[in-house]
T-cell receptor, first 115, second 116 residues
Framework: AQSVTQLDSQVPVFEEAPVELRCNYSSSVSVYLFWYVQYPNQGLQLLLKYLSGSTLVKGINGFEAEFNKSQTSFHLRKPSVHISDTAEYFCAVSLYSGGYQKVTFGIGTKLQVIP | GAVVSQHPSRVICKSGTSVKIECRSLDFQATTMFWYRQFPKQSLMLMATSNEGSKATYEQGVEKDKFLINHASLTLSTLTVTSAHPEDSSFYIC????????????FGEGSRLTVL
């Protein structure tokens, strides 16, 4: 079974500063990796995903993430955050099981951008 | 990208009544949909997997008689909370699996249920 660990439940950061949200996963087989963002009282939307190929993945809103197989990590980064980036961020992994892709989410990291 | 619409976004009901939440895939056919429950400041808890034309698969600890799921068509899944109680108050989110079958999910806007 796979699992996802988001090490930081909350990350406060000043506007225009860089940020890194950490995600580690465990799985005995290859997985696909995702980052989703959730704004208050809304559903989740995809920020970026890693399926294969280049380990550096670029997503929407200036975010990027790097897949590191040896460290089983998929950390999310942004060089300069904006107030509008304040939201909850979820890391997720999926693997094929029982006829469909089984998705496991991390507990989420709340990014608080301080003006 | 694929769009999933969830309705209603907010619902308030009295204890003992039933509430139905709809989840529609607007521009694609969704063979598989998922229902999640999200508690305040917590992650998403998968409640059940809904497959078109067959019975839903419930996660351990989820009462299937209380949370009725119907996936009658390739674009519609419904969650009915039967005989709702205050402890059922929560944020419910549906999602549909993308057609590339990588596990990418497309989420509805969520439904905030408040049971008085």
């Amino acid at each position: 079974a796979q699992s996802v660990t988001q090490l930081d439940s909350q990350v406060p950061v000043f506007e225009e500063a860089p940020v890194e949200l950490r995600c580690n996963y465990s799985s005995s087989v290859s997985v696909y990796l995702f980052w989703y963002v959730q704004y208050p009282n809304q559903g989740l939307q995809l920020l970026l995903k890693y399926l294969s190929g280049s380990t550096l993945v670029k997503g929407i809103n200036g975010f990027e993430a790097e897949f590191n197989k040896s460290q089983t990590s998929f950390h999310l980064r942004k060089p300069s955050v904006h107030i509008s980036d304040t939201a909850e961020y979820f890391c997720a992994v999926s693997l094929y099981s029982g006829g469909y892709q089984k998705v496991t989410f991390g507990i989420g990291t709340k990014l608080q951008v301080i003006p | 990208g694929a769009v999933v619409s969830q309705h209603p976004s907010r619902v308030i009901c009295k204890s003992g009544t039933s509430v139905k939440i709809e989840c529609r895939s607007l521009d694609f056919q969704a063979t598989t949909m998922f229902w999640y429950r999200q508690f305040p400041k917590q992650s998403l808890m998968l409640m059940a997997t809904s497959n078109e034309g067959s019975k839903a698969t419930y996660e351990q600890g989820v009462e299937k008689d209380k949370f009725l799921i119907n996936h009658a068509s390739l674009t519609l899944s419904t969650l009915t909370v039967t005989s709702a109680h205050p402890e059922d108050s929560s944020f419910y989110i549906c999602s549909a699996e993308g057609q590339d079958y990588t596990g990418e999910l497309f989420f509805g806007e969520g439904s905030r249920l408040t049971v008085l």
